[in-house]
Each structure stands twice: as structure tokens, then as C-alpha cells.
């Protein structure tokens, strides 16, 4: 079953904005990810934040974890339109070696 | 990173048959995972196939309808079975990095059931 819920469901902001995206998960995990998907495409690995830590940055992204929330929040800063896609976050909550649960997603668009 | 192929990258299929699709990657891994993606909605786990041994399925996914083989390390096939339109989703195999921390996924195979 899908333990991540994503918020919003469909953000639409204007370029060059932040933009702000929420995951809530229910178990405990080894680490949060997410992932970007264009399209309907395949996935792309943005970002893993392991439990024990609780802000990562890269490049224009910023997570932040809160294990006591069980939630974490993904920051793209300084939005471009080719940021325009679908945002999961996943979750290993069984261990590294199993599959991934992922959250149902945000839908990112930047407004030109 | 590994580099993942799949086949078909689409098809068109008629109720009741079956399509077995193909993921191939680039490296040597012990880990490889199926996906589906359901129109509009997001990834759910449908089985891990490690080499040598019979796939794990996910509660609601049996053997039966989504047959796997993993024959080597670069390679696994995904039937989907006896297909009915429900079955119409993007289908994606994915591996473990390195680390064993992340997962890389291929291109998907998008399906439509007639």
C-alpha cells in the first residue's frame, strides 16, 4: 500500500518562484527520496535524505526531514519552466534491499 | 549510475493476450524491481526479482498474471498475462545503486489494453 502522500496534488506557479512540496509517510524508514517523472517517463533520482538527518541540499533543491512528523518537504528555488513535472516522494521502510513505496505525487507546473 | 533499457517502449494490445516486456541493464546487479503506473497515479511495487531464485510479489500481484524470469544479472522480462483494459498502465523496471540506497528506473513501457 502507498504510505507517502504528497501536498499539494498540482502546484502551478510562475518562473523564478519557489516552489514548496510536502510528503507525509507512516511507518519508520532507513531514508526518504525523490524522485522526478516528465511526461509519463521514467523516473529521475533527485535526492535521498537518510533518517538520521534532517536538511540536505542540491543545487537548487533543499529537503528537509522531521522523523517525529514523519513528513518531509522538497524546495526547488528559483523555479524553470523544464522543472515542470511530476514530484514523488519514496520511501525504503522494509530495507535497502526491498522495493521503494512512493507517494502519489505532485504535479509541478512553472508558469513561463 | 546504471543505464536501463526497456522494450517495448509502447504497444497496443487486444484484450486476453499477453505482452512480455524487456529490461536490460547496462551493468551487473543483484536487485531489480517492477513498477506499474497506473494512469494518473503514482508507482506501486509489483515484484522483486533477484537472479537465480523465484521473483517476490507485492500483496495484490500474483505469478500467475505477471510471470518474471531473471535469467542473468543484466537481465529480467515482465509478462502481464491474459490482459484486460485495467492492465493499460507505464510499466518500469528499476535496480539498486550501488549503494543499495536508491533505485534507477528505465524508460517504462507504456501500455494500452483494447
Known amino acids: 500500500s502507498q504510505q507517502g502522500e504528497e501536498d499539494p496534488q498540482a502546484l502551478s506557479i510562475q518562473e523564478g518562484e519557489n516552489a514548496t512540496m510536502n510528503c507525509s509517510y507512516k511507518t519508520s524508514i532507513n531514508n526518504l527520496q525523490w524522485y522526478r517523472q516528465n511526461s509519463g517517463r521514467g523516473l529521475v533520482h533527485l535526492i535521498l535524505i537518510r533518517s538520521n538527518e534532517r536538511e540536505k541540499h542540491s543545487g537548487r533543491l533543499r529537503v528537509t526531514l522531521d522523523t517525529s512528523k514523519k513528513s518531509s518537504s522538497l524546495l526547488i528555488t528559483a523555479s524553470r519552466a523544464a522543472d515542470t513535472a511530476s514530484y514523488f516522494c519514496?520511501?525504503?521502510?522494509?530495507?535497502?534491499?526491498?522495493?521503494?513505496?512512493f507517494g502519489k505525487g505532485t504535479h509541478l507546473i512553472i508558469q513561463p | 549510475s546504471a543505464v536501463i533499457s526497456q522494450k517495448p517502449s509502447r504497444d497496443i494490445c487486444q484484450r486476453g493476450t499477453s505482452l512480455t516486456i524487456q529490461c536490460q541493464v547496462d551493468?551487473?546487479?543483484?536487485?531489480m524491481f517492477w513498477y506499474r503506473q497506473q494512469p494518473g497515479q503514482s508507482l506501486t511495487l509489483i515484484a522483486t526479482?533477484?537472479?537465480?531464485?523465484?521473483?517476490?510479489?507485492e500483496s495484490g500481484f500474483v505469478i500467475d498474471k505477471f510471470p518474471i524470469s531473471r535469467p542473468n544479472l543484466t537481465f529480467s522480462t515482465l509478462t502481464v498475462s491474459n490482459m484486460s483494459p485495467e492492465d493499460s498502465s507505464i510499466y518500469l523496471c528499476s535496480v539498486e545503486s550501488g549503494a543499495r540506497e536508491t533505485q534507477y528506473f528505465g524508460p517504462g513501457t507504456r501500455l494500452l489494453v483494447l
Open positions: 519514496a520511501t525504503d521502510a522494509r530495507g535497502g534491499a526491498d522495493g521503494l513505496t
Open positions: 526479482a533477484n537472479q537465480g531464485s523465484e521473483a517476490t510479489y
Open positions: 551493468s551487473q546487479v543483484t536487485m
